[in-house]
């Protein structure tokens, strides 16, 4: 008998793995921006923070990978720290009006 190929579920295990890391629960989201279910529940609560959805029957909060990442660059662009543009050290320093001393 000549040798069967890979059979087509062999691929299922990969896709459901990409799947899993792709979406992120509120544990494991927390855990990856290095904060506590807690803040991401009262931010989702807030409407602030990372965008979430709700996904299957049972409504769990979910978070895409690449908008999580897409929301740390938005804060670091929104940190004048991280954004020079935005630093007031880097600004051109303003002279104050001068004043008559005819008063």
């Not at 927390?30 to 529940?41: F, V």
């Not at 709700?54 to 804060?75: K, S």
Request: proline content about 11%; aromatic content about 6%.
């Amino acid at each position: 008998m000549p040798a069967d190929p890979l059979p087509a579920r062999a691929t299922a295990p990969a896709a459901t793995d990409a799947a899993r890391t792709a979406f992120l629960n509120v544990k494991n989201a927390a855990e990856y921006l290095g904060l506590s279910p807690h803040t991401l529940y009262v931010w989702r609560h807030r409407r602030q923070g990372p965008p979430s959805f709700r996904m299957g029957p049972r409504g769990r909060v979910m978070y895409r990978r690449e908008a999580l990442d897409a929301w740390i660059r938005e804060q670091e662009q929104a940190d004048s720290r991280s954004n020079t543009v935005l630093s007031p050290l880097s600004a051109t320093p303003q002279q104050r009006p001068i004043r008559s001393s005819n008063a």
